[in-house]
């Protein structure tokens, strides 16, 4: 036996036993790793939702408190409306119209008052005097010796006009201790509902006033379709035994999303603050961070478990990762304990009340703020200018602004607020701000961000570094295989073979986690011709195409869209590709591929008449490394449709497939239209 021949055996198992070493200790390390970045990013999630729940009891507090001063606001213009009713005097009409003119614009449907039948005898819309309100629970509460106190009614449609949803405020009229009447002010629902609404931060934060049977008073989203319904009867703030503020956890009848709920109870009156905040709003950029950092991470561990030298080196990195999320936790738990939701009321740009938090997160003392100008808490005048300039046509118009900004505190130092804004009165100038301390989450989104330009980094160069070993190994077992020459017996030729067909295989591999990768870091998106990128995807796999004998059809009005043109070509590359490649041996290739629009996107199609995927594995063809045939049937390393899944999230739609095994497979893909409406 030759010399040659001797050291292939004696090195190969030595190699393989290396390689084996190498690949468990990968293992066991990345599996290590793994549980303890999870455990961190639990922990990390907690208290985002900790945080959540502490902002939710803020703003059921923040509406409970508006809700009070709007009632009693209203109370007292009831007990200045029915004295001329009790003592005589003067002009009720006359005392109607200070009432109105003082009361919030937009917010009262209408004043009248009673005899003690219940037949109008005044009322600022005229057309309604002498009928009876004789029905109505609250003459029937007080003409049946119900106590002088505010009375508060369910909402209910009025009987004129428009008939509009009224919530009714009423007092009774006594004249020498005997009943004469009621005196009524109607509050319009759709006033309760803005003035509560512009507390919310996030734009999916549901904001609503119930009564303690659950009958809706308010809700800044669909409004008309909550009046006259109640609540859920299970909801715990209709509990009478439990606590007056409290949160809990929910799944939403809407979307089946986790909702953070709070609850105040008004105990003047028999009302509750109910607020609803979608977890997505506010841990959903650390969600999406974590998914990817995950992401990345696993894909580094699967490259290195199988060929990299520096498993070692990645578990210190990993160790030092652990240290950074747990020093990120630290500052979030420190941030949890101080974040308050601030509220100011500002005229003509002058500060007019600010509420506690405010003062305090700004490092002002009770009081000091009122009076002076907003612009102090600006960084610049420039910043100032700019701001009221994108704020106020958007107040003008009746909607609500919102804005993340810089703003100074008393110290001179520098925070992040996530600012809203809106409009209460047009006439004064009142606008009505609401404030929250970001400055720690923003510190957070960039760590997180550079964390994971370091993961893609680390993933780049790692995946690259590892070809040149791959070279070495193939470079001397053609050495070798020249070396022996006619002494390979044909057994040792499919040794050989199955080597360099694994190195070549595992070569590809590499090539392809390169490739995903890269796929979604492009930042700049521009105008893309759908049909230019097919067109440009047909010459490409022009010789693919008429080897197979397939025939493409494609739809005549392919719209444009916003994107990156080099992704959306490897998009289109990669499906069209593999109508081609899996194509069922009995008939030639038929692909189509059309769309049609879908709401605000696109819907894009590519059917092809092929082998077709299974049902159940319709959902695990996206995942990396999944190959769904066997491998000597067709060639591949089961990334295409990964990349593909990739590329579409990274435009912001959804990848899916329809098919039938024999018959063939339709793949479709949403892309937005982000062209204006």
Known sequence: MSLSVRMIRFRLP???????????????????????????????????????????????????????????LFDMALLQLRQPFVSGGLDPAGVADIILKGMPPGSVNMVFATDERGAIIYSSDPVSRGLSMADRAYFGFFANGGEDRLYVGIPFKGRLGAKNWVIPFARVIRKNGHFAGVVVVGLLPEYLSKAVGVLSLNPGDIVAVVDYDGYFFARNHNEQEALGRRTPADRPFLDPHRSDSDTFRATSSVDGTMVDFAWKRLTEWPLISVVALDERAEIGSIRTAIAATSLRVNLTLAAIMSFSLGIGGLLLWARRQQRRMERLLDEQRVMLE????????????????????????????????????????YPSEEAYVALGQAAYPILDAGKIFRVQCEHVRKDGDHIWVDLSGALLDRNKGIT?????????????????????????????????????????????????????????????KEFFGFAMGGAKHMDRLIVDLLEYSR??????????SVGDVVGETLVN???????????????????????????????????????????????????????????????VSIGDNGIGIAAEDQERAFAIFQRLVAPGEYEGTGIGLAVCKKIVEHHGGRIWVE???????????????????
């Not at 957070?444 to 680390?458: G, H, I, M, P």
């Not at 070993?469 to 006619?486: A, C, D, F, Q, W």
């Not at 492009?522 to 105008?527: C, E, H, I, T």
């Not at 098919?659 to 409406?677: A, I, M, N, Q, W």
């Open 14 to 72: 030595v190699l393989t036993l290396l390689a084996g070493l190498i690949v468990g200790l990968s293992m066991v390390g990345g599996v290590l790793y793994k549980i303890d970045l999870e455990r961190v990013q639990d922990r990390l999630l907690a208290d985002a939702l900790a945080r959540n729940d502490l902002r939710a009891k803020q703003l059921a507090d923040s509406v409970a408190q508006q809700t009070v001063a709007l009632v009693r």
């Open 432 to 492: 009505l701000w609401a404030f929250i301390d970001i400055t720690e989450r923003k510190a957070l989104e960039f760590t997180l961000k550079r964390t994971n330009a370091e993961l893609e980094q680390f993933a780049y160069v790692a995946s690259h570094d590892m070809r040149q070993p791959l070279r070495m190994v193939t470079s001397y077992l053609s050495l070798i295989e020249k070396r022996l020459g006619p002494a390979m017996t044909a057994e040792m």
């Open 541 to 603: 796999l022009e010789v693919a195409i008429r080897e197979a004998g397939a025939v493409v059809i494609v739809a005549a009005d392919l719209p444009n869209v916003v994107g990156d043109p080099i992704e959306l070509t490897r998009l289109f590359q990669n499906l069209i590709g593999n109508a081609v490649k899996y194509r069922a041996p009995d008939r030639p290739p038929r692909i189509e591929i059309g769309c049609r629009r879908q709401g605000r996107a696109w819907l």
């Open 338 to 377: 101080s974040e308050l939701v601030g509220i100011v009321k500002v005229a003509n740009r002058a500060i007019i009340w600010a509420n506690p938090a405010f003062e305090k997160m700004l490092g002002y003392g009770p009081g000091e703020l009122v009076g002076a100008s907003s612009r102090q808490n």
């Open 519 to 528: 796929t979604g870091r492009s930042a700049k998106f521009v105008p893309v």
């Open 659 to 677: 098919s039938t095994p024999g018959e063939g497979s339709t793949f479709y893909f949403t892309l937005p239209d982000r062209s204006p409406v």
